[in-house]
């Protein structure tokens, strides 16, 4: 469970409704005012904003569980585009009702800047990794950094053509240096949970 779902609960927000949405249709778009505030039921969603030559830049891809364009509960409208990567059902909150809930209890308030700062972090290192210019090495990194602290399992959230969104890279290349990893011995994977040797 995300961050933030675990907050809606604790501070007894419930959301208004559901809403069904298919594979490749828009949620939003950027510039479209805010008027509520969405996590991932079923499925994944896709953040992403355009380039200057119209290709979609991934910004971030929510799975089940988790909220996204969170900051847009302190702006009046969205700064990206969201899509559907498959077909997926979201739970929709109010965001009045959310901000006068984090109003009422400073220490939730602080809990859910506390949210933020990790994910801008998470964020910043996304940045960094696409910037690799292996593919093997990028998604080496990428895998590395959703690892707990001294750990050497992790179970990724979303699919593997959404993390191939994510990382800039063919979901073909993915597939074909997830395998190449697990033929050196250096991860064993089953579905989308890794675990390092």
Excluded at 104 to 118: I, K, P, Q, T
Aim: proline residues 3%.
């Amino acid at each position: 469970m995300d961050e933030v779902t675990g907050l809606l609960r604790s501070l007894k927000v419930r959301p208004l409704a559901q809403r069904r949405i298919r594979k490749g249709a828009l949620l939003f778009t950027s510039g479209d005012p805010v008027a509520c505030f969405y996590v991932v039921g079923k499925g994944s969603i896709r953040m992403e904003r355009s380039a200057p030559d119209g290709v979609g830049i991934t910004i971030y891809v929510a799975g089940p569980g988790h909220a996204f364009a969170e900051a847009s509960l302190f702006s009046d409208t969205y700064h990206c585009d969201a899509v559907a990567v498959e077909n997926s059902e979201l739970l929709v909150y109010s965001k009045p009702r959310i901000l006068a809930a984090l109003r009422e209890h400073s220490d939730a308030a602080l809990g859910y800047m506390a949210h933020l700062a990790r994910h801008v972090q998470t964020l910043r290192t996304r940045l960094g990794v696409i910037h690799i210019k292996s593919a093997r090495e990028r998604l080496l990194v990428y895998i590395r950094s959703q690892l707990p602290v001294h750990g050497c399992e992790v179970e990724l959230s979303g699919n593997w053509k959404a993390i191939s969104s994510e990382l800039h890279l063919a979901h073909e290349t993915v597939y074909r240096e997830l395998a190449r990893l697990e033929r050196e011995g250096v991860l064993a994977r089953k579905g989308m949970h890794i675990t390092f040797r």
